[in-house]
């Protein structure tokens, strides 16, 4: 059993620390908008002006994803998280670390995809419309071919993960009752007296 790491004030903290809520709730919009463009702009027909600009938004999203992970992952690794319910298997634990690692992996997986998808198809990644993005491959349609599917694949691989990730959030609030959205919604904390 690894030691956790105490906070300042002599008990275990019951709550993420602001830090890791607004990366976590960013993070989350993010991924939804880029999610939610991408599905509105491969359904419109043909090669519009509007179709093209979805298509930049979509990846400075993408992109926006990527770079905010960074932080994200070294302030996870440098503070401790709250610790579980107590009465939660050891399964269910495990099982929450490993679906956490696979979305953060996913996390780096689709936008690197998508961008070496762009590249291989011969279209320039401009962030935000001002910074290039160095080209990583050459111009290649068999492989523009792989990275249009592998990106589709993460995508959807993504959005499973999002959704029993939710799934296990609703039965630990509506069911178990456990307080575990609390870590990530403070104010959803009881105060003691009602407890």
Not at 49 to 57: A, I
Not at 134 to 148: F, N, T, Y
Not at 174 to 187: C, K
């Amino acid at each position: 059993m690894k030691p956790r790491q105490p906070d300042h004030s002599g008990t275990a903290a019951t709550t993420y620390p602001r830090t890791s809520i607004v990366l976590h709730w960013l993070g989350a919009l993010l991924v939804a908008g880029c999610f939610a463009l991408g599905l509105v702009m491969t359904d419109i027909p043909g090669l519009t002006p509007t179709k093209l600009k979805y298509f930049s938004w979509h990846k400075w999203i993408g992109l926006t994803v990527l770079l905010t992970l960074l932080p994200r992952v070294l302030w996870r690794l440098l503070h401790a998280s709250p610790a579980m319910p107590a009465g939660m298997a050891r399964w269910q634990q495990r099982a929450a670390h490993l679906t956490h690692l696979a979305l953060y992996a996913l996390l780096v997986a689709v936008p690197v995809s998508g961008l070496l998808f762009s590249q291989a198809a011969g279209v320039p990644v401009v962030l935000f419309g001002v910074l290039p993005i160095p080209a990583i491959v050459a111009p290649d349609a068999q492989l523009k071919v792989l990275l249009r599917s592998l990106h589709w694949i993460f995508n959807y691989s993504l959005l499973c993960l999002v959704c029993l990730h939710l799934l296990a959030v609703i039965k630990h609030q509506f069911i178990n009752r456990d307080g575990l959205l609390a870590r990530m919604l403070p104010f959803l904390q009881r105060p003691p007296s009602s407890r």
